[in-house]
């Protein structure tokens, strides 16, 4: 595979090895730092084996968890979802709804602003339907995905939670 010079990060279904990146210091709080997978890249965003899509800008390689790599940071905490998607997934299948980059809820959201603005999002979402209802107008498949949105949402705003209990 030929590595994009903006992008210096090979995917690992390539056959190569594993690569890390991590929010850099001071994006993010230290609590929502983990160390994920890159699975592949598109156009600035690198998209973790999780889904989770970061700007090339905000995250830096680091090294595998279970060890330094010289001329690396350190690994922070490492995505259980990402070894799990990562060995047990296939590169072609994973982020089939990556919300992040289509515009609806995320499965996974780690950072303040990710929630925040998963919050607005739903906010609105739920208004616009609210304003169909009482107009008389009862789209059963709307109703549908904004009810599977929410559900998605509400495992992300426990496990967000759990991540800021953590701290």
Do not use: K
Request: with cysteine; hydrophobic share 40%.
């Amino acid at each position: 595979m030929q590595e994009s010079r903006t992008m210096p990060w090979a995917r690992i279904s390539d056959g190569g090895e594993a690569r890390y990146v991590q929010y850099r210091r001071g994006v993010v709080p230290e609590w929502c730092r983990f160390s994920h997978i890159v699975c592949r890249t598109r156009e600035s965003l690198i998209i973790s084996w999780c889904s989770q899509a970061f700007e090339f800008d905000e995250v830096e390689e680091c090294s595998q968890p279970d060890g330094p790599n010289p001329g690396l940071p350190r690994a922070v905490r490492q995505c259980t979802d990402c070894i799990v998607s990562a060995a047990f997934g296939s590169a072609d299948g994973q982020g089939e709804f990556d919300a992040s980059l289509t515009g609806g809820i995320p499965v996974r959201i780690d950072t303040p602003g990710q929630m925040v603005s998963a919050m607005r999002l739903l906010q609105g979402d739920l208004a616009c339907e609210a304003e169909q209802i009482a107009l008389g107008a009862v789209d059963t498949g709307s109703l549908g995905c904004l009810a599977a949105e929410t559900e998605r949402f509400a495992r992300a705003l426990r496990r967000f939670g759990w991540l800021a209990a953590q701290r």
